[in-house]
Nanobody
Framework: QVQLVVSGGGLVQPGGSLTLSCAAS????????MAWYRQAPGKGRELVAT???????VYVDSVKGRFTISRDNTRNTMNLQMNSLKPEDTAVYYC???????????????WGQGTLVTVSS
């Protein structure tokens, strides 16, 4: 019904920048909150940042001032601009969306596929 496709990711040196993108498609009536999560090797999944459909954003303390989450409600897309990357940012990053499905008006939580971000020299 609804899909999230992630692009971006890869290898970057410490201090570098990377942008992740997430595009939603399918039977979308409305997208409520969207979010980025990450899972580092051997650790649980962690919420990185979330953004409401108003554009209001919240970040985990470890990325504040370095990462910026944004969304385009007309294109159903979301980005995560990551600056000043550190080795501890290495993880698989996932996008997540809270949807109202067109037609049924039911609520649906969808996960995109993960993308690996590796910060290493």
């Amino acid at each position: 019904q609804v899909q999230l496709v992630v692009s971006g990711g890869g290898l970057v040196q410490p201090g570098g920048s990377l942008t992740l993108s997430c595009a939603a498609s399918g039977s979308i009536y409305r997208i409520k909150a969207m979010a980025w999560y990450r899972q580092a090797p051997g650790k649980g999944r962690e919420l990185v940042a979330t953004i409401a459909n108003t554009g209001s954003a919240v970040y985990v303390d470890s990325v504040k001032g370095r990462f910026t989450i944004s969304r385009d409600n007309t294109r159903n897309t979301m980005n995560l601009q990551m600056n000043s990357l550190k080795p501890e940012d290495t993880a698989v990053y996932y996008c997540n969306g809270d949807f109202i499905v067109r037609g049924t008006y039911g609520r649906l939580e969808v996960w995109g596929q993960g993308t690996l971000v590796t910060v290493s020299s």
